[in-house]
T-cell receptor, first 111, second 115 residues
Framework: QKEVEQNSGPLSVPEGAIASLNCTYSDRGSQSFFWYRQYSGKSPELIMSIYSNGDKEDGRFTAQLNKASQYVSLLIRDSQPSDSATYLCAVKSFGNEKLTFGTGTRLTIIP | DGGITQSPKYLFRKEGQNVTLSCEQNLNHDAMYWYRQDPGQGLRLIYYSQIVNDFQKGDIAEGYSVSREKKESFPLTVTSAQKNPTAFYLC??????????????FGPGTRLTVL
C-alpha cells in the first residue's frame, strides 16, 4: 500500500518562530513532491513543489527533500497568524498520473 | 482571468437523487481530476482524465460517473448508488506537458450534503 503520512497535529507555533512540517512516504519510485495549504472550508492551494534532493526556497517557505530517507519537509520562517491552516503533503510516482495525499497537519500560529 | 471554476458552491440532495457537479477550466490543461474530501481525511481520487473522450477510475469510483467531451469541462455525477455522498468535492487540473511541471491546481470546491 503506497502511503503518505503526516502528523495530524495540531502543531502550535509562536508568531515569528519557524514552523516545521514533516511528511514521509512509502513508495521509493516517488518523483514529484508538493505542499498545499488549505484554509478551513476552502480548497488546497499550492505552496511549493520539489523534485530533487536538497532544499528549495521561496520567500518564507523552504521545502526539503531526502529521497534516501523518504521524507519531505516544509519550513515556514517568521510564522504569521495567516499561516494558520492545514498543510497537505502530496506525492507522485514516475509514470503515474495520480497524486497521493497525506491527511494533513493542522498548524496554528499563536500571536 | 485563467482558472478553475466549480458550481454550485453548495448543493443539497435528497436520498435517491442523482446530481451533477460542474468543473470548468480555461487554463488549457490536458488533465483533469475529481477528488473527495471528508472531515479529517486526505483527498481521495474519484476519477481522472488525461485527454478528451478518455477517463480512468480512481481509488473510489463506485457510485460516481464522469464525462470528458470537451477539454475545458469535466462534470461529475454523484449517483444514488453512492452510499455516503456527503463530502467536499474538489476538481483539479494539470498541464501534463512531457518533461514539464505536473502540478495539480484546484478549483474552489462544491460542498454536497445529502438530506
Amino acid at each position: 500500500q503506497k502511503e503518505v503520512e503526516q502528523n495530524s497535529g495540531p502543531l502550535s507555533v509562536p508568531e515569528g518562530a519557524i514552523a516545521s512540517l514533516n511528511c514521509t512516504y512509502s513508495d521509493r519510485g516517488s518523483q514529484s513532491f508538493f505542499w498545499y495549504r488549505q484554509y478551513s472550508g476552502k480548497s488546497p492551494e499550492l505552496i511549493m513543489s520539489i523534485y530533487s534532493n536538497g532544499d528549495k526556497e521561496d520567500g518564507r517557505f523552504t521545502a526539503q527533500l531526502n529521497k534516501a530517507s523518504q521524507y519531505v519537509s516544509l519550513l515556514i520562517r517568521d510564522s504569521q497568524p495567516s499561516d494558520s491552516a492545514t498543510y497537505l503533503c502530496a506525492v507522485k510516482s514516475f509514470g503515474n498520473e495520480k497524486l497521493t495525499f497525506g491527511t494533513g497537519t493542522r498548524l496554528t500560529i499563536i500571536p | 482571468d485563467g482558472g478553475i471554476t466549480q458550481s454550485p458552491k453548495y448543493l443539497f440532495r435528497k436520498e435517491g437523487q442523482n446530481v451533477t457537479l460542474s468543473c470548468e477550466q480555461n487554463l488549457n490543461h490536458d488533465a483533469m481530476y475529481w477528488y473527495r474530501q471528508d472531515p479529517g481525511q486526505g483527498l481521495r481520487l474519484i476519477y481522472y482524465s488525461q485527454i478528451v473522450n478518455d477517463f480512468q477510475k480512481g481509488d473510489i469510483a463506485e457510485g460516481y460517473s464522469v464525462s470528458r467531451e470537451k477539454k475545458e469541462s469535466f462534470p461529475l455525477t454523484v449517483t444514488s448508488a453512492q452510499k455516503n455522498p456527503t463530502a467536499f468535492y474538489l476538481c483539479a487540473s494539470s498541464p501534463r506537458r512531457p518533461g514539464g511541471p505536473d502540478t495539480q491546481y484546484f478549483g474552489p470546491g462544491t460542498r454536497l450534503t445529502v438530506l
